[in-house]
């Protein structure tokens, strides 16, 4: 199989700006922004108007944190500009690793198509000391579940193959992301198993 051209690079910053949950409508908003060009990705959650505990609340919003930074691949691989930018976030030095291994390996096949050494172009800086580290979800009271995001591909199936075999069909939550009829059908099948 033959490489791919080159990716262009003609954004050099890429950062992550606002996001938001709004309880009342189930609508999350995540904001990037590519140099001078701003970007927003929308989900929504079948779930409104709930009234949550405080606890479980600072866990929604960390969530959407973890969810900002991991759905950031999407627009960060379009020109994989040199200069990251976490904007409000916070990250410990644990977080910060995760976060780079996550966009490194997910990132792979890419990578390999467009030859390019994303190595030295993915910094994630740790601004928030260890001590200070996000609890764990049962500290908060929210359980164990796992959340994983289905796209209706290899991946999605790989990735729910390996969970399953670790931990078991009850403790895994698919998350439909898009609207296509094969992904409802893999969560359906997922759920069957």
């Known amino acids: 199989m033959s490489k791919g051209p080159s990716r262009p690079t003609q954004y050099h910053r890429f950062e992550f700006k606002a996001r938001c949950y709004d309880s009342s409508s189930g609508e999350i ?16 959650l079948p779930i409104q108007n709930v009234s949550l505990k405080p606890a479980v609340t600072e866990a929604v919003s960390r969530a959407v944190d973890l969810l900002h930074l991991i759905a950031g691949i999407s627009y960060w691989k379009m020109f994989c500009p040199p200069s990251i930018s976490l904007g409000t976030h ?18 792979g096949e890419f990578a390999w198509h467009h030859e390019l050494s994303l190595g030295d172009r993915l910094r994630f800086e740790a601004n928030l000391p260890t001590e200070n580290a996000t609890p764990h979800a049962n500290q908060v009271g929210v359980g164990e579940a796992l ?6 591909g290899k991946d999605s199936v790989v990735a729910w ?33």
């Open 90 to 107: 916070a990250l410990d030095q644990r977080q910060a690793h995760a976060l780079r291994e996550i966009y490194l390996k997910g990132l």
């Open 161 to 193: 193959q390996r969970l399953f075999s670790r931990i078991g069909h009850e403790q895994i939550m698919g998350v439909q992301v898009g609207t296509s009829p094969l992904i409802r059908s893999l969560g359906e099948w997922m759920v069957s198993e």
């Open 147 to 152: 959340l994983l995001p289905l796209g209706g």
């Open 29 to 44: 908003r995540l904001g990037y922004q590519l140099d001078d060009l701003e970007l927003c990705e929308r989900f929504y």
